[in-house]
C-alpha cells in the first residue's frame, strides 16, 4: 500500500459535507496523485480500432483531443438522446430533491459536492440544457445551463470515473433516475474522442484476443486448472476432473478470470470444482470464453457486446444445453440484463434444468444461464450435497452485497441461504448496508487501479465501516462475497479501514464444508488456514 | 442568487397583472387570451414532450431492483420491488406515483467519531412531498366547482371533507393549510440544508416560488380579499364552453391568481416539473425484472466487430495442442 496514504482516523477527519460557497457552475479539477486513473496505452486503443490512439495523462495540459472534438461530443450525444429513452427522461425529470445527495459512496467517502449522484449527472445535464433544450438556450446560466468547454471535458473524465455505476442513488430516486446509466453513455462519449483509461481499455483488449481480461493463453488457462485440481488433490485426496472444450457436454461454466489467477478468488475456484466433482457434473470449462467479466461494458455498450459475443458462440460450438455462471458482479449485470438482448435470442441452448435434481430454473428460460448461486441453493435444499458446517468455525461470516447482483438481478437470499447452510456463524450488517442498499466496494467499473487508491478507499468507507461495524459487535473475521472485483479490492479496504478481515467468495466455504465422498480428513480449509478442532476449541 | 433571480421573476409577473389590469384595462388579455394560449402550450408541449420521449426506444431491460428476485420456487420473490409481471409493475408504478415509495427509503448519512457512519431514517422529504403533491390535487380538483354548472358530485364530496373540521367562515379547508406547511418545508429545506442549498438552481426556486404564490393568493381571495364569486365562475364556464365573458368587478386578487396559474402550466413543458409524466416512461422502474425469463428486443441492435473462434483458434492452434485442449482444426 502507497506510504502516501495518510491514516484512515485522519482520512475520515477530513471528510466533510459542507460544499463550498462557490457554485458549481464553472468547471474545476485538479488531477491530484491517488484519485484518477491513468490513461489508455496508445497500442491496445489502436487494436480495439477506437478513436484517436496517442500517449497522453490526465495531468498533461493539453489532452491532444481531435480539432472537432465539440461536434463530435454534441453529435454523439445526440445520437445517444435519439437511442436511450432513459437518457431523455433523465435529462429532463431531476428536480433536484437531493433524496440521492448522500447515498453514493464516493460522496460519504470524499465530501466532494460533485460526487453527488444529482451534481454527477448535472455536469452532462447542463450541457445538455445549453445545446438541445429552449430554457437553456434562452436563459442560459439561470436554467443551470453552460458551454461545453475543454475544462468541462475535464470534469468529466474526473467525475464519471470516480463512478462505479453501483446504482445505490438510483434505489432511493423517487423517479429511478440511474447515474450508472448516465456515466455508461458518458464514458462512450469521451470514448469518442479519445478520452478512457488503461485499466479498461487493456483487459477489453486482452479480453478480444485471448477471451479473457488477463490476457492468458489457452495453455496458461489449463496450467491455472490443473494447477488448482493439484491443490485441491491435496487437501481432499480427491483428484477431480475439469474438462476444457469439451463438445457435448451439458453445461459450459463461465467464470470471471480472476477466479483461476488471482488470489482470493483461486479459493471459490477450487470450491467450484470440489462441487461439481462431488454432484457428477457432465460440464466444461472454455478458454475462448474465459472471461464472465466484461470490462467492455465499461467502455461502451458496443464493446459490452462484442467481448459478450464469445459465451453464446462457445456455448453453441461446444453444443452444450445451457450455460452456469460464477460469481462476479458486473458480470451478471450483462448476463442478465443485456446479453440476450444484445447476443440471443440463445435458441440453440435448452430451458436450465439442474441434472442434479430436475429442478427447472424457469427465471432463466429465455437467457439460459444460471447464477452458480441459484444452482447451488437448489443442490443444498434438495439434500444433494453432504455439508460439514463445522468446517467453517473459523469464520465468523458476513455477507457483502455486490451492487449488481443486488440491484440488477435480486439475487439477495440465495447466497445466504447457502452461506447459511455451510457456515455455523452467519452475522448481517446493518440493514441500510446490505441487500438492495448495498455498498460498492468502491473499486467496480474500472476504477480498482493502484494509481486510484485513495479514492478507492474513500469510495469503499462506507463499506469497510458497516463490516468494521459487525467485526466488533460479532468478531466478523470473514467477508464472503460474490464478485471479483470485491474479492480483487476488498482485501486491501479491509487493511486499511479494519483489519483482521478475509475476503472469499461464497463458494470458497461451500468447499470448506463439502463432504466429499472417499475424501481423506481435512485438516485444513481451501486455503491451507487449519481447521478449527475439538481440543483448538476447548483451549 | 438563484434565488433572488426566481424571486423577482415572480415578483415582475405579479406587477405585470396588476399593472395590466388596474392601469392598462387589459381584462380581455389576462382573463381569456392568456389563459387559453397557456392551456393549449400545456396540453400542445406536453403531448409534444411525450412524443419525443416515446420516440427514443428502451433498448435494454434495465429495472433497478430493489427485493428479491423470481427465482426457485421456495425462496418468496418480492412482487412489488422486483416485479417479474406486468401486474408487479403497476404496482410499483402506482407505489411510486401515489405513494412516493422510492422517497420514503429515504436515509440521512452522518459521520460521527470513530469513524462510524450512521444512516438514520429521514422521512421529512417524503412527508413533505406527499402533503404537498396530494394537497395540490385535491385543490385543483376543488376548483371544478367553478368550472361546470351543476357543481360535480366528486368536488361536493371532496369540499365536505376537506373542511371537515368547520372552522371558521368561509369553512377553512385543510389542504390550504397543508399546502402552505409543504411549500413552506420544501423551500426551507432548499436553503437551510447545505448540500440542497448548493445544487438548487433558479428553475427549482421559479415553480416554488410561483405555486407558493398561487396558494397564497387563492388562499387571500377565499378568506379575506375575498372577490365576486359569481363573476368568477360565469368567467370560467365561459372559458370552459368556448363562449368568454368579461365580467364587471371581479377583484384584481383574482387576475393575479389567474395570470400565476397560466404561467404555471404554460413553464411546465419546458421545465422539470415534466417528471409528472416523466416518471411514468422512467425504465429503471416501468419494467419487470424478468430479462432472463423474456428476451427484451432492441430496435437498434447495433452489430459489432467480434473476434471469432476461427480467429482465436489459427492464433493459438499450436499452443493448445501442445496443452493438450481439442481444437476443431488439426
Known sequence: MSESIIKPEELAKKIDYEPPKKGWLDPSVEFKRGVYNYSGIPKNVEYLQLPNPRKWQPEDPDWQLPENWKEIILNGLKERLDKFRSLKIFMDICVRCGACSDKCHFFIGSGDPKNMPVLRAELLRSIYRNDFTAAGKVFGKFAGARELTIDVIKEWFYYFYQCTQCRRCSVFCPYGIDTAEVTILVRELLNLIGINIDWVITPVANCFRTGNHLGIQPHGFKDSI??????????????????????????LFVVPSADYFGE??????????????????????????????????????DLMKSLNTKIYAEA???????????????????????????N??????????????????????????????EFTADLIKNNKIKIDKNRNDHRKVTFHDSCNPARAMGLIEEPRYVINNVCNYFYEMPENTIKEQTFCCGSGAGLGTDENLEMRLRGGFPRANAVKFVKEKYGVNFLGCICAIDKATLPPLMDYWVGGVEVGGVHELVGNALIMKSEKERTTDLRGDPLLTNESVKK | MNILFSFFAVLIIILAVIIGVETAQLEFLFGVIIPYAAIATFILGIIYRILKWAKSPVPFRIPTVTGQEKSLSWIKSNKLDSPNSTLGVIGRMALEVLLFRSLFRNTKTQLKDGPALVYGSSKYLWLGALVFHWSFLIIVLRHFRYFAEPIPSFVIFLQNYDGLFQIGLPILYVTDVLILAALTFLFLRRITDPKLKYISLSS??????????????????????????????????????????????????????????????????????????GVFLSPTRNLANNSRMKRHINPWNKPVRIHTYEEYEDEFRDKMKAAGIPVEKE
Open chain 1, 226 to 251: 490443473d494447477f488448482a485440481v493439484e491443490d485441491l488433490e491435496s487437501i481432499t485426496g480427491i483428484k477431480v476432473d475439469a474438462p476444457i472444450n469439451k463438445k457435448g457436454a451439458e453445461i
Open chain 1, 264 to 301: 482470493p478468488h483461486y479459493f471459490t475456484l477450487l470450491g467450484y470444482l470440489a462441487l461439481f466433482h462431488e454432484i457428477g457434473l457432465d460440464y466444461t470449462w472454455t478458454t475462448f470464453a474465459s472471461e464472465g467479466g466484461n470490462f467492455g461494458s465499461f467502455v461502451s455498450h
Open chain 1, 316 to 342: 453453441k460450438r461446444l453444443g452444450v444445453k445451457y450455460i452456469i455462471g460464477g460469481e462476479c458482479g458486473h458480470m451478471w449485470r450483462v448476463l442478465h440484463q443485456y446479453m440476450d438482448t444484445m
Open chain 1, 344 to 373: 440471443g435470442p440463445a435458441d440453440f441452448l435448452e430451458k436450465p434444468v439442474s441434472p442434479i435434481t430436475g429442478t427447472k430454473f424457469e427465471n432463466a428460460n429465455s437467457t439460459k444461464m444460471v447464477h452458480i448461486c
Open chain 2, 204 to 277: 427549482d426556486y421559479f415553480p416554488l416560488f410561483l405555486i407558493i404564490s398561487i396558494a397564497v393568493t387563492g388562499i387571500l381571495m377565499r378568506y379575506f380579499a375575498k372577490v365576486d364569486i359569481v363573476s368568477v365562475k360565469e368567467l370560467a364556464i365561459g372559458l370552459f364552453s368556448f363562449n368568454p365573458v368579461i365580467p364587471n368587478g371581479i377583484g384584481i386578487m383574482f387576475y393575479i391568481h389567474l395570470f400565476l396559474v397560466s404561467v404555471l402550466i404554460a413553464y411546465f413543458p419546458f421545465s422539470k416539473l415534466l417528471h409528472m409524466p
